[in-house]
């Protein structure tokens, strides 16, 4: 096979692979994930941050008023490391993280019931066995002598 036959076999194997249901739904869970992950993420800096914030202020921290940006720590040769984004990416992926898990379990569960209720229901009966070859002669031969 020269080079023309592998790149035209590739070809076909990639239109069978981009084209089937799975590769569809797999993008579609890619752009709700994206949509989800920006609520979370508004979620957190918006809600949640400024509560750590304010928590932080109270142990002593300062402007508590600034939310997010207000979490971080100045070195004494004057470098600001602003952890609060930090903070903020943990609490983003551990809100992902929950969801996802939490969504997988209901979803592996329906998936372990729809498998057991399939195993349990009844098997339709086996059909009759093919008639032999003689079973066969010999019912020619009784509808022969019936004419």
């Known amino acids: 096979m020269g080079i023309k ?8 194997e990639f239109k069978a692979f981009a084209f089937k249901g799975n590769i569809v739904d797999m993008a579609i869970g890619v752009i709700i994930g994206g949509a989800f992950g920006k609520i979370v993420t508004s979620f957190v ?5 400024p509560g750590v914030t304010a928590i932080i202020a109270m142990a002593g921290g300062k402007d508590a008023g600034e ?3 207000a979490l971080s720590y100045t070195t004494a040769a004057g470098v600001e490391i602003p952890y609060g984004n930090f903070i903020g ?6 809100i992902v993280a929950i969801v996802v898990f939490l969504v997988m379990k209901k979803f592996l569960g329906f998936m372990q019931n729809m498998r057991k209720q399939e195993a349990e229901a009844p098997a ?3 059909a009759p066995p093919e008639p032999s070859a003689e079973e066969k002669l010999l019912t ?6 019936k004419k």
């Open 5 to 12: 036959g592998k790149a035209t076999s590739l070809i076909e």
């Open 140 to 145: 020619e031969i009784r509808d022969l002598l």
């Open 67 to 69: 939310g997010l940006k």
């Open 89 to 94: 990416g943990i609490i983003d992926f551990l």
């Open 45 to 49: 800096n918006d809600i949640v941050m």
């Open 124 to 126: 339709a009966p086996p």
